[in-house]
């Protein structure tokens, strides 16, 4: 229903899309997800005709919507990352005027923007000016604008991005419920347990690329392997603890600053968490907790982006301008960082 080929665009110096390929079938939701300035609204707005591509083609229920983009948008519905509603309008107004912009009629219009109100529990609020309403009332608006047609294909750009979590949820039943109706969507997001929860397919981009393309499952699975997590009651000083687990697990060991937490990537299988606790006591350590992590979504991103942030390669240069050893350092720091996620995440 949503088709993506080799698209790209560029904006001056910056390649926001560099060949983005991915589909949706009719009836599933794809997840686009990436960190800031990775392409998703760029994509979103191709693929919306509000910007041209360089190359590539995009089709929307089989429509070329270069060629032909009046007829594109007669079929999709968008919810914009910025605002395009009216701050100086009610909640009913603004759907009115979206529904009468696309030639609903007004009666057709007025009898739909009440039933929208109603799904997004707006109906109180329906009749003050959009400038008083908080930040997630405004998106649940966004999201009615959308549906005032009824468009069988939806563009949703970062829906949930900054609501609080009883917001994300309602948004999260409404398009889960839009999907009961047979509406296909593509839906970007920051948020990897977005992703998780809604998609039927996940299209990770970052820097204009597709790095990764798979159901959640699929994903996860491809991150390799769990995480050995361990807890000491007193710190590892002489290495003894991490000399104990290193023939257990795949790869190094990585040891907390303070000394007290032990991590690794293991393949689980039965068993282990009680033989690294055996071989720890064997040598004589004190375990306060052991844990055998399965991959989060969040472990799969990070392993694919590197868990960049944009920006990040100023910061850096920034960061080794104090030296020659500090420059040469780089790679490593950026390791070093990750590992703190890591900790942080576990
Ligand atoms: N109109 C524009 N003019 C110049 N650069 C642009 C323009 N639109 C996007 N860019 C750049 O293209 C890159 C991709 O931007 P895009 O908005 O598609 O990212 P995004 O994935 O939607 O990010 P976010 O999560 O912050 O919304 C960024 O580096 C951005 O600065
Ligand atoms: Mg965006």
Redesign the pocket.
């Known amino acids: 229903m949503i088709q993506a080929e080799g698209l790209t665009?560029r904006?001056?110096e910056?390649?926001?899309?560099a060949g983005v390929d991915f589909s949706v079938p009719a009836g599933t939701i794809l997840g686009l997800l990436?960190?800031?300035?990775?392409?998703?609204?760029?994509?979103?707005?191709v693929l919306t005709t509000l910007?041209l591509p360089d190359s590539g083609r995009g089709t929307v229920a089989g429509i070329d919507v270069v060629k032909h983009p009046g007829e594109v948008r007669r079929h999709i519905g968008v919810a914009a990352?910025d605002a395009t509603l009216d701050p100086l309008l009610t909640g009913r107004q603004n759907l009115v005027l979206v529904g009468e912009l696309s030639d609903m009629g007004r009666a057709p219009a007025r009898a739909r923007a009440t039933e929208l109100l109603a799904q997004f529990e707006l109906t109180d609020a329906a009749d003050r000016v959009l400038k008083g309403y908080s930040g997630g009332m405004r998106r649940r608006l966004d999201l009615g604008a959308a549906l005032m047609t009824r468009p069988p294909v939806l563009f949703l750009?970062?829906p949930t991005?900054g609501l609080d979590p009883t917001s994300r949820q309602r948004v999260w039943e409404a398009i889960r419920e839009l999907l009961g109706e047979g509406v296909t969507v593509l839906l970007?997001t920051?948020y990897l347990e977005e992703a998780d929860a809604l998609a039927h397919r996940i299209v990770v981009?970052d820097h204009?690329k597709v790095i990764a393309n798979g159901t959640p499952t699929e994903l996860k699975e491809a991150s390799r392997s769990a995480r050995l997590e361990v807890s000491l009651a007193a710190p590892d000083t002489d290495g003894r603890a991490a000399g104990a687990m290193a023939p257990l697990v795949s790869g190094r060991v990585h040891v907390s600053e303070d000394g007290r937490r032990l991590s690794a990537g293991v393949d689980a299988s039965p068993g282990l968490a009680t033989a690294v606790v055996r071989a720890l006591d064997a040598a004589g350590v004190l375990v306060d907790n052991i844990e055998v992590r399965q991959p989060s979504l969040d472990d799969v991103f990070f392993s694919l982006t590197g868990g960049h942030i944009?920006g990040e390669d100023e910061d850096e240069a920034i960061g080794s301008a104090g030296g020659a050893a500090a420059a040469s350092a780089g790679g490593g720091g950026k390791s070093a960082e990750r590992q703190e996620l890591e900790g942080v995440r576990a």
């Open positions: 665009k904006y001056g910056t390649q926001a899309l990436g960190p800031n300035g990775a392409g998703k609204t760029t994509a979103v707005r910007a990352q750009d970062e991005t970007t920051q981009v204009g944009e």
